[in-house]
């Protein structure tokens, strides 16, 4: 079975400061990897996903991932923080043949001036 | 071009009350998936119809059904409302049968059983 642990329910940076939001899963076949983000009373929108190929992913508004099978780590990174990235953070794993992704309990960023 | 859609956005309802929910897909897609959010936690995988028919259904009691359109669009039932039902309620679309395509989330139901 999949799973997803997100390490810290909020992590706070100063504006201009690298982020970092970590993700680690479990699943018994090679997974596909999602970071979705999502603002006050709005659904998810995709940061970026991993499915096959280079490990290094780059998303939108300035985010990467990197899959790393040795850790089954998928953190987050951007390198300087913007007031506009405070919201909540979900990581989420999807094994092949199974179409839904399991999501893990999110993380909020909170980003001070 | 117009992304995925959710009506109502709000509803107000009370304890052994039913609700329809209502999702018209992102054009072009075939697919729909609905999620249940409680406050303050991770969207939760409610069932997936593609081509009128559930394909995958989450943990969730028979008292959640579903139906998918001709036009794709789709229906979440709930009957028998429990309070633990107040939730927000999300609609995903997504083409086709693979899992990699990405999901285009709207911007969700929020159900309150009093």
């Known amino acids: 079975a999949q799973s997803v642990t997100q390490l810290g329910s909020h992590v706070s940076v100063s504006e201009g400061a690298l982020v970092l939001l970590r993700c680690n899963y479990s699943?018994?076949?090679?997974?596909?990897l999602f970071w979705y983000v999502q603002y006050p009373n709005q659904g998810l929108q995709l940061l970026l996903k991993?499915?096959?190929?280079?490990?290094l992913v780059k998303g939108i508004n300035g985010f990467e991932a990197e899959f790393k099978k040795s850790e089954t780590s998928f953190h987050l990174t951007k390198p300087s923080a913007h007031m506009s990235d405070a919201a909540e953070y979900f990581c989420?794993?999807?094994?092949?043949?199974?179409?839904?992704?399991?999501f893990g309990r999110g993380t909020s960023l909170i980003v001070h001036p | 071009d117009a992304g995925v859609t959710q009506s109502p956005t709000h509803l107000i309802k009370t304890r052994g009350q039913q609700v329809t929910l209502r999702c018209s897909p992102k054009?072009?897609?075939?697919?729909v998936s609905w999620y249940q959010q409680a406050l303050g936690q991770e969207p939760q995988f409610i069932f997936q119809?593609?081509?009128?028919?559930?394909?995958q259904r989450g943990n969730f009691p028979d008292r959640f059904s579903g139906h998918q359109f001709p036009n794709y669009s789709s229906e979440l039932n709930v009957n028998a409302l429990l309070l633990g039902d107040s939730a927000l309620y999300l609609c995903?679309?997504?083409?086709?049968?693979?899992?990699?395509?990405?999901?285009?989330f709207g911007p969700g139901t929020r159900l309150l059983v009093l």
């Open positions: 995903a679309s997504s083409l086709g049968r693979s899992n990699q395509e990405t999901q285009y």
């Open positions: 699943s018994s076949v090679p997974p596909y």
């Open positions: 991993y499915t096959t190929g280079a490990t």
């Open positions: 989420a794993v999807s094994e092949g043949g199974s179409y839904i992704p399991t």
């Open positions: 054009s072009g897609h075939d697919t």
């Open positions: 119809y593609y081509e009128e028919e559930e394909r």
